[in-house]
C-alpha cells in the first residue's frame, strides 16, 4: 500500500510538471518572441509603444542608428550592460534567433546614391552573418514618412525611401535573404505617405496601433518562412 501511494505521489508531480512547461512553450511558439530588433528611432520605439522588451530592441544610445555610419560606429546601446558596441559585437555576444533589421532612412534614403546604400547595407548583412551564422535575418523595408515630414526634410521624400526599398530588396535576393516590406502595409494609397492613424508625430515616428501592424506582418513572415 505504501509504495502504491508513493507511486501516485510521483505520478501527480510528473504531471504537474508536464503541464508547466507545456504552458512556456506555447508562450514561446510566436516567433516574435524570438526577434531582436535593430535600427533607428523607428526600431527603438518599439520598447516604447511595441511592447517589445528593451533588452530585444537594439539601437543608439540617442535611439538613433545612423545607417551612413552603421559599419564603423558602436551604433548598439545594450540596456542591460550599459555599453555601446558594434552591430557585429551585438550579433556575436547575444546570438539572436531572429534579427530584424530596419535601418536605411537615417542618414541613408535621399543622401546616398545607389551604389554607396547597397554597399553599406551589403558589409552590414555580412558582418551579422559572420559573427553569428545561426541568427536568422529578416530585413525589414524602410517604413512610410508622415505627410507633414515636407516641413523637415528636404531631401528624405516618400520618393527616396522607396527608391532605397527598390535597392535593399534586390540586394536581399541578390544575398537570399529575407525582405519583409512592411511599407505597403502602413501607407495611405491616396497620400503614399503614412496612414494619419499611425502617424505619432510629424516626422515618422508610429503610434501602438501601428507597431502591431508591423509586428503581424513579421510574425506572419517568419512563421511562412519556418522561423
Given amino acids: 500500500m505504501q509504495l502504491y501511494r508513493r507511486w501516485i505521489s510521483a505520478f501527480l508531480v510528473f504531471a504537474v510538471f508536464l503541464s508547466y512547461p507545456c504552458k512556456v512553450f506555447a508562450l514561446s511558439e510566436d516567433p516574435v518572441d524570438r526577434m531582436t530588433f535593430f535600427g533607428d528611432s523607428t526600431t527603438a520605439h518599439l520598447a ?23 559599419n564603423a560606429v558602436k551604433c548598439v546601446h545594450l540596456q542591460k550592460e550599459n555599453r555601446d558596441v558594434t552591430v557585429a559585437e551585438a550579433v556575436s555576444c547575444k546570438k539572436p534567433q531572429i534579427l530584424v533589421i530596419t535601418v536605411g532612412v537615417s542618414g541613408g534614403a535621399g543622401r546616398l546614391t545607389r551604389e554607396t546604400f547597397v554597399s553599406i547595407y551589403r558589409e552590414l548583412l555580412l558582418s551579422v552573418q559572420r559573427a553569428s551564422p545561426e541568427t536568422k535575418i529578416l530585413v525589414q523595408s524602410l517604413l512610410p514618412l508622415s505627410d507633414r515630414s515636407v516641413k523637415h526634410y528636404k531631401r528624405l521624400t516618400k520618393e527616396a525611401v522607396l527608391q532605397a526599398n527598390s535597392w535593399v530588396k534586390e540586394l536581399c535576393e541578390e544575398m537570399r535573404i529575407p525582405y519583409v516590406d512592411t511599407h505597403q502595409r502602413l501607407i495611405d494609397p491616396d497620400t503614399g505617405y503614412l496612414k494619419p492613424e499611425y502617424q505619432n508625430d510629424e516626422y515618422m515616428h508610429l503610434t501602438s496601433a501601428a507597431y502591431e501592424v508591423v509586428l503581424e506582418n513579421l510574425r506572419m513572415h517568419a512563421k511562412k518562412l519556418g522561423y
Avoid: C, D
Fill in 48 to 70: 516604447l509603444r511595441g511592447g517589445i522588451p528593451k533588452e530585444r530592441v537594439w539601437s543608439g544610445a540617442g535611439s538613433t542608428v545612423l545607417f551612413e555610419t552603421v
